[in-house]
């Protein structure tokens, strides 16, 4: 199997943190998303016993919320040992409400509000990432207004090419996100922040993409950030603590895949930090990783329930069923691979060749195209793997679909971590 998550038991069934999937989908209907707790805590522990056996220094992963983020994951994370990494004020206050560590929350972004701001500023965060000068100002005048000093990362494109998909590749200078290094516009931020007030510049981030396979990128992305953190100790006299690589570990969505351990990665950046520190007479910084799909993809599962199968002779085979793209756009965005199974099934061979179409009104709904599956039939059980992370996030209420609830599974025990949302949650908030 792809991840260690998903086994399948004597019966031929698939099963799920002990849990036979047929009986998650009696009990709590489908489409469902079923995240694995001791996979997402395994998944936790490699990135932290590969940070402390590979640095000398002090390290802190830090969990990519936008992967997947509800209390019940906050506290996992959080008991876990990990920081978390905030995008917006819904993801601050989903972690607040969970009452997350403060000091370890990280917040990101590229266009954030006043009111987000403030909130961090209140909420008396770890770190505020900053990512431009208008927003950078923004927070001096905030921080001011509140006579709260704001301890700040600047966000920086460190021009790496990571070798990822366009749309979730991050680190090239015609990106969107962050300060450039190779214009001097990073360097002169840095400069600016020294003057403002109430502004505490502690160190750098870059997040150079997602799902990537190879290590080389982040070496690269670690001497260019290392290189500018001895320009600005050198010319600015500032010292920066943290150095924070971002995310984008790669994981395997199909048995093809082959990205490396973790560590190999973590051993790139940390082996570099090294390295460099050692040649510059530089103090270790602080190490911070930020890996979101790795931790949640592996350990989650969706199930579906076959609506109907057609055949197209000379065409493709269609097997449509009850979710789609409102629940996991990622093959619609990113024509995203992954591995689908009866789950019923799953010993039997996968013979047919079909297309994995959702119940969206909408020809591009697909989960997967050209996808070898055993043959089901109506009321089948349908397994769409590794879908913990970027799914129920990503999801919508496109056509005006509920959202399905989350179910957590341990040791053959399931409770429902996210509630499905009903027909009065979707008109909630019509007037
Ligand atoms: N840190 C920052 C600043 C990020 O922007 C991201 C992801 C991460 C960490 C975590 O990256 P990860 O380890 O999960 O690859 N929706 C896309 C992925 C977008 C990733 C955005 N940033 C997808 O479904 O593939």
């Not at 905030?86 to 990280?106: C, M, N, W």
């Not at 190879?214 to 100790?233: H, I, S, W």
């Not at 460099?276 to 993809?297: K, M, N, Q, V, Y």
Request: include cysteine; glycine fraction near 8%.
């Amino acid at each position: 199997m792809i991840s260690d998550a998903f086994w399948v038991n004597q019966d031929g069934r698939l099963t799920v943190g002990g849990c036979d999937t047929l009986a998650l989908a009696r009990e709590y209907g489908t489409p469902l998303y079923v995240m694995d707790e001791s996979q997402i805590r395994v998944n936790c522990r490699n990135f932290l016993n590969a940070a402390y056996n590979g640095y000398d220094g002090e390290s802190l992963p830090i969990f990519a919320g936008k992967s997947f983020l509800c209390k019940e994951m906050c506290r996992v994370i959080a008991s876990e040992g990990f920081g978390l990494d905030v995008v917006s004020g819904g993801e601050l206050y989903t972690a607040a409400a969970a009452d997350f560590p403060r000091e370890k929350i990280f917040f990101h972004g590229n266009n954030k509000s006043d009111a987000e701001l403030t909130l961090a500023l209140e909420e008396n965060i770890g770190r505020i990432v900053v990512d431009n000068l208008p927003e950078l100002r923004r927070l001096s005048s905030l921080a001011m207004s509140k006579n709260k000093t704001a301890d700040i990362l600047f966000r920086l494109k460190p021009g790496v090419d990571a070798h990822t998909h366009d749309f979730i590749s991050t680190g090239q200078i015609d990106s969107k996100f962050g300060f450039a290094i190779e214009t001097g516009e990073a360097f002169e931020a840095a400069r600016t922040a020294a003057e403002l007030p109430y502004i505490n510049l502690c160190g750098i981030h870059c997040h150079i993409g997602s799902q990537i396979f190879e290590p080389e990128p982040y070496a690269t992305a670690t001497k260019v950030m290392l290189e500018f953190m001895l320009r600005v100790k050198k010319e600015l006299g500032i010292s920066f603590s943290d150095l924070n690589m971002g995310g984008g570990f790669g994981i395997k969505y199909k048995k093809s895949d082959t990205p490396p351990p973790f560590a190999a990665f973590l051993e790139a950046i940390s082996e570099t930090t090294r390295d460099f520190c050692d040649t510059h007479t530089l103090s270790l910084p602080r190490l911070l990783i930020e890996p979101g799909r790795s931790i949640a993809a592996p350990a989650g599962l969706t199930l579906y329930t076959v609506g109907s199968v057609k055949e197209i002779p000379g065409k493709r085979t269609y097997v449509i069923i009850d979710g789609g793209m409102a629940d996991n756009p990622r093959y619609a965005l990113y024509g995203a691979p992954y591995t689908v199974m009866a789950a019923q099934k799953a010993n039997h061979p996968a013979t047919q060749t079909v297309t994995l179409a959702g119940k969206c009104c909408e020809s591009g709904d697909l989960i997967q195209e050209h996808t070898l599956l055993q043959a089901v039939a109506p009321g089948d059980l349908i397994a769409v793997l590794a879908t913990g992370a970027y799914n129920y996030s990503m999801s919508s209420n496109y056509n005006r679909l509920p959202r399905p609830p989350v179910v957590m599974v341990e040791n053959g025990k399931s409770r429902v971590i996210v509630r499905g949302e009903t027909f009065e949650d979707i008109i909630r908030n019509d007037i």
